[in-house]
Antibody, heavy 120, light 108 residues
């Protein structure tokens, strides 16, 4: 059974970049749409974008356009989310989540989350 | 963009039924999904496509959707049901997925 294993917590300076990984333990992401969803402290869930590794064509939420990049390794077992020009408001737990479709798309499998703190 | 509105909190006594609503313009025409999130943990899918339960989710958790309101119903509430619950929709028309603001369920 596939599990999503994320990289560890990070502390970043304002203006720097972060790169979080999400590895499919027990499988690959090859044709699975992978989204990143973040959650600021004591806040709700915010969708950031979606990526299908074997297609290589990400779709980013408008508010992250220009700052967000999704990539995958050649084996398509690990996907990466890079967010640049960090500010304090980017402090959040970042989750990777696999998307599935029934009548519409939903997230059936989640990583445990990666806490990123942006602070000077 | 499409907006989903949830009450910030719902309280219920053990053994009773909890109803958590998710309001949206003509949401009955969309497919609604629900997630449970316990403190310090990742969200878990509990209902998809209005009322379908993933494997391992008990039958006392159900969903419905009509008009301008979708509802997650938890019967025979237990202390372990205390969590945040989020609704979500994702149309196939190219619009991004949207989450409701979340509802904290408190078991009295």
């Amino acid at each position: 059974q596939v599990q999503l294993v994320q990289s560890g917590p990070e502390v970043k300076m304002p203006g720097s970049s972060m790169k979080v990984s999400c590895t499919a333990s027990g499988g690959t992401f090859r044709t699975s749409p992978i989204s990143w969803v973040r959650q600021a402290p004591r806040q709700g869930l915010e969708w950031m974008g979606v990526f299908i590794p074997n297609l290589g064509s990400p779709n980013y939420a408008q508010r992250f356009q220009g700052r967000l990049t999704y990539t995958a390794d050649d084996s398509m077992t690990t996907v990466y989310m890079e967010l640049t020009s960090l500010r304090s408001e980017d402090t959040a737990v970042y989750y990777c989540a696999r998307a599935r479709t029934g009548a519409s798309w939903y997230f059936d499998l989640w990583g445990r989350g990666t806490l990123v703190a942006v602070s000077s | 963009s499409y907006v989903l509105t949830q009450p910030p909190s719902v309280s219920v006594a053990p053994g009773q039924t909890a109803s958590i609503t998710c309001g949206g313009n003509n949401i009955g025409s969309k497919n609604v999904h629900w997630y449970q999130q316990k403190p310090g943990q990742a969200p878990v899918l509990v209902v998809h496509d209005d009322g379908a339960r993933p494997s391992g989710i008990p039958e006392r958790i159900s969903g419905s959707n009509s008009g301008n309101t979708a509802t997650l119903t938890i019967g025979r509430v237990e202390a372990g049901d205390e969590a945040g619950y989020y609704c979500q929709v994702w149309d196939s028309n190219g619009d991004p997925p949207v989450f409701g603001g979340g509802t904290e369920l408190t078991v009295l």
